[in-house]
């Protein structure tokens, strides 16, 4: 069965940082991209970020773009989102998800998020 | 990028009815690349139709995908007491990908 678990979450001042781990289980990790989405308070869903199976192309949305890096250690099956300068409007559920064998389709496992609070 | 536009913002309806649930894209969706998604309170959202029409792994036949172009269709045929649930939608046919704001699907 596949499982992806977030971790990381909390609260952050604006300015600050965070760094987000998802560990994933039960499918060939290293075979796969990967990615986050987030969902703001009574907000929908917004792709952040996207790494290839091997790591070695990154994407990111406009809105977290030189702010944000995303990275994976295939080795330990984790994901990683390391979140820096942040601002209120990062506030958010986190969500991991499986990508294709190439990113840039749609999420067939997601995890169940962790939350993220920019906040002074 | 391809701004995706939901209705209704809610539904309200009763089980053994009938769901029809619209998804409307700014711009043509490449290869028709639309997938649907169900969320429900605390959950992990789980992945219903992509390609417009293909149903995910493990998904009842009463879950269908339609459309083509800029206007999609996700039909629950006969609701169930579990179908009562949050329903986004996500193109991936163009960078970024984009999902809608969802469409609340409430027990009448």
């Known amino acids: 069965e596949v499982q992806l678990l977030e971790s990381g979450g909390g609260l952050a001042q604006p300015g600050g940082s965070l760094r987000l781990s998802c560990a994933a289980s039960g499918f060939t990790f290293s075979s796969y991209a990967m990615s986050w989405v987030r969902q703001a308070p009574g907000k929908g869903l917004e792709w952040v970020s996207a790494?290839?199976?091997?790591?070695?192309?990154?994407y990111f949305a406009d809105s977290v773009k030189g702010r944000f890096t995303i990275s994976r250690d295939n080795s330990k099956n984790t994901l990683f989102l390391q979140m820096d300068s942040l601002r209120a409007e990062d506030t958010a559920v986190y969500y991991c998800?499986?990508?294709?064998?190439?990113?840039?389709?749609?999420?067939?496992?997601w995890g169940q998020g962790t939350l993220v609070t920019v906040s002074s | 990028e391809i701004v995706l536009t939901q209705s209704p913002g809610t539904l309200s309806l009763s089980p053994g009815e009938r769901a029809t649930l619209s998804c409307r894209a700014s711009q043509s969706v490449s290869s028709n690349y639309l997938a649907w998604y169900q969320q429900k309170p605390g959950q992990a959202p789980r992945l219903l139709i992509y390609g417009a029409s293909s149903r995910a792994t493990g998904i009842p036949d009463r879950f269908s995908g339609s459309g083509s172009g800029t206007d999609f269709t996700l039909t629950i045929s006969r609701l169930e007491p579990e179908d009562f649930a949050v329903y986004s939608c996500q193109q991936y046919g163009s960078s970024p990908r984009t999902f809608g704001q969802g469409t609340r699907l409430e027990i009448k």
């Open positions: 998800a499986k990508d294709q064998p190439v990113a840039g389709y749609y999420f067939d496992c």
């Open positions: 790494i290839s199976g091997g790591g070695g192309r990154t």
